[in-house]
């Protein structure tokens, strides 16, 4: 339960004033739900105003504030004119103030003529008029002190303006507790920090408050790091099996090419984690065709040497079924039971799979998310293998451990390159192999970034390459699933490839059904087609060592993560490879920086680095997984910073007070209900 001196602050937004039906639609649009939200609501720019006697046309652009006396009104002709009150400042300077859409009362309310006032706004040179649209402020003159000469900007919605936002800040800020100090005093003192009330009002009241806007970022990290180590804390309490596998199995393998010296010291690191009676935990690390699977492989069969079963989900169908090949030809002349589920297996071929895992059988299960259903009921479940699954959180992992009496141990890989930092802050929990060395005779990719106007010259290429006998990827961009456009685009592409290479083109895309994307898979995997145009549904894992060309269209509306996933679906083979990125017109700095990194490096982690760099400084950090807390106030700069401190200090806090129970420990679970961690705080111990 949330500590009580907490509530005000989590009260839903409407409790606080002035905030009526009206505005519940542009708070919401801006993700602001509770008071809470609304005080870590940062400002994100500054407004300098401009305090003088005399207006003049040097100040046009700025904010300016100043007496004015109206001297006249005239009301707009038609119904969309402005309404406009010249006004003179103290030296007989005329302004317009002009306001629009709104009936004449108002501003005939707030500016009687002949009465001085203070007004607020940013001055625009119309002409060789000075004017104001809608000033911010206008005060009685006694009350013109009380106007700041720094004021913070927020982010808006249509339907709020600044003044209001400002005025919700204040009044979630009035609901701030005092809080006691969950800070380690040491650094407290080494960093010079504020006291977190203060921080927090600081942050919205001084453009320059480095020191506040720093703590609460230390304070985000060090929630989320503490959070982790708890999670990590209660699965270690729970029982694993150890698992001894003698190595039968293993040996019988023939391999085609021997392990990489990574491949060798993770699958190390793997069974010596499988080998302890608290379940492992473990991220294996590997950029696109470092040799994951050779990996999982080599823990499945440690499960299964010692009579257990191992199970591997993998995030789509493709990718569930091309896994099932892969092992089940890698294990031939092995005596492994090996089977595939996925929510496709209907009838009598499920019901037999799931005897089968039942009653032992079934040494290996691969297949989506369905294999960890209520309905799959396992003999002995000792490992499961996650594939680039970012959505297997907590919660998938609470139903995991329900599928065995003792809690299965968990591999989970990713081809997602993530800088050390994030890799801590989301996967903090987790201990960490690292794929860092390809296995040798790869292919160079070679990669260009064209102008999308240059399309002809592309087909051009893509003629060329078939005609050599090649086969190649073209991916169109997909923002969202359901953004029907998007698959149009590329059902448009397919269509004008088709009308130039028949039936050599094929079309896959996230709509279609499992079968049917099956078959256009197996088409392109068996060279009977040529040119696959695809969403980015081809993301993860397809393997096809024939196709040496890949096309992006569109390249600049993918992320670099994504864009070098992409590119590794080529490279596989014993050919040279080419990219082509085809990019718009209208680039950003940073879109251009981005592609060309793409052009210069292939090196996963780097282009990971490098892209959280260019994200810079303004831009904070996304999730792992939506519905999990996500940073809101720390930035890559942050998060660079002060990771490693916050770590410390939540491992020392936890080895010391693993209940949370000293006068600290309270502190710091305030902070971790202040950051929504809520869940972290019901896996402590009790008592
Ligand atoms: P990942 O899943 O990490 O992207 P895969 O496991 O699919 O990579 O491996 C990519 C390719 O490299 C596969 O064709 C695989 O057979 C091959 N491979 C894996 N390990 C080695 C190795 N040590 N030496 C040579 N080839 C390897
Ligand atoms: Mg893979």
Not at 400 to 425: C, N, Q
């Amino acid at each position: 339960m949330r500590p009580d001196i907490l509530n005000p602050l989590f009260a839903e937004i409407s409790a606080l004033k002035g905030i009526g039906a009206a505005l519940a639609r542009p708070l919401e649009r801006l993700g602001l739900a509770r008071a809470v939200d609304v005080a870590f609501h940062l400002p994100v720019a500054w407004v300098d105003r401009l305090i003088v006697d005399e207006l003049d046309m040097s100040q046009s652009g700025r904010i300016v504030g100043t007496v004015l006396t109206p001297v006249d009104y005239k009301a707009g002709g038609g119904m969309r004119a402005p309404f406009r009150v010249h006004a003179t400042d103290s030296r007989g300077n005329y302004v317009s103030l002009i306001y629009f859409g709104r009936n004449s009362g108002w501003p005939r309310k707030m500016l009687p003529l002949g009465e001085p006032k203070f007004v607020s706004g940013r001055l625009e040179l119309y002409g060789q008029e000075l004017q104001m649209v809608h000033p911010d402020h206008v005060l009685p003159l006694e009350e013109a002190g009380t106007l700041p000469e720094r004021e913070p900007v927020y982010r808006l919605s249509e339907g709020l303006s600044n003044n209001r936002m400002r005025d919700f800040v204040g009044q979630a800020l009035d609901r701030a507790p005092d809080l006691s100090e969950w800070i380690e005093p040491s650094l407290l003192a080494q960093r010079a920090w504020p006291g977190w009330r203060v921080a927090l009002s600081d942050v919205h009241r001084a453009p320059d408050a480095a020191k506040a806007r720093e703590r609460l970022a230390y304070d985000e990290i060090f929630a989320g790091q503490l959070a982790l180590m708890l999670v990590r804390a209660s699965s270690r309490r729970r029982r694993g099996v150890p698992i001894h596998g003698d190595g039968h199995l293993r040996d019988a393998l023939k391999l085609p090419f021997a392990p990489t010296g990574a491949q060798r010291r993770s699958i190390g690191e793997i069974e010596g984690d499988m080998a302890q009676a608290t379940p492992m935990l473990r991220l294996l690390q590997g950029d696109v065709g470092s040799g994951k699977t050779l990996v999982a492989l080599m823990a499945l069969l440690n499960a299964v040497e010692a009579g257990k079963q191992g199970a591997m989900l993998a995030p789509t169908e493709i990718l569930a079924r091309q896994h099932f090949a892969t092992l089940q030809k890698m294990l031939v002349g092995l005596p492994v039971t090996i089977a595939i589920l996925t929510g496709r297996e209907k009838g009598r071929a499920r019901e037999s799979t799931l005897m089968g895992l039942a009653d032992g059988s079934i040494d290996i299960l691969v297949g989506t998310h369905a294999i960890f259903q209520e309905a799959v009921q396992y003999k002995a479940l000792a490992l499961a293998v996650i594939d680039e699954q970012h959505r297997f959180g907590v919660a998938q992992r609470m139903m995991l451990a329900a599928k065995a009496e003792r809690t299965p141990h968990l591999l989970v890989m990713t081809a997602t390159p993530i800088p050390r930092t994030l890799t801590l802050t989301y996967y903090g929990e987790m201990d960490v192999s690292r794929l860092d060395e390809m296995p040798p005779g790869r292919q160079p990719i070679e990669t260009r970034v064209l102008s999308a106007e240059r399309v002809d010259e592309v087909i051009e290429a893509l003629g060329r390459h078939i005609a050599a006998g090649g086969q190649a990827y073209w991916v169109c961009p997909l923002v969202e699933e359901s953004e029907l456009s998007d698959q149009t685009a590329a059902e448009v592409r397919a269509e004008t490839l088709r009308m130039r290479f028949g039936d050599a083109v094929a079309l896959v895309h996230g709509r279609m059904k499992g079968p049917e994307k099956d078959a256009v898979m197996d088409g392109f995997s068996r060279n009977l087609t040529k040119v696959l145009v695809a969403t980015t549904v081809i993301e993860v894992g397809v393997d096809v060592p024939n196709a040496t060309l890949m096309i992006i269209e569109g390249a600049d509306r993918f992320g670099l993560a994504q864009l070098h996933q992409l590119r590794g679906r080529v490279g596989r083979g014993d050919k040279a490879s080419i990219c082509l990125l085809l990019r718009g017109n209208a680039l950003s700095e940073t879109s251009r920086a981005r592609l060309a990194l793409m052009r210069e490096t292939n090196d996963g982690f780097r282009i990971a680095e490098e892209d959280l760099r260019l994200r810079g400084a303004g831009e904070l950090l996304g999730t792992r997984q939506s519905g999990e807390a996500q940073l809101r106030l720390a930035t890559p700069e942050h998060l660079a910073d002060l990771i490693d401190s916050a770590r410390d200090d939540a491992r020392l806090l936890i080895e010391r007070d693993g209940g949370l129970d000293s006068a600290r420990g309270q502190a710091a679970r305030a902070c971790l209900y202040l950051f929504e961690r809520d869940a972290a705080v019901g896996l402590l111990r009790s008592g």
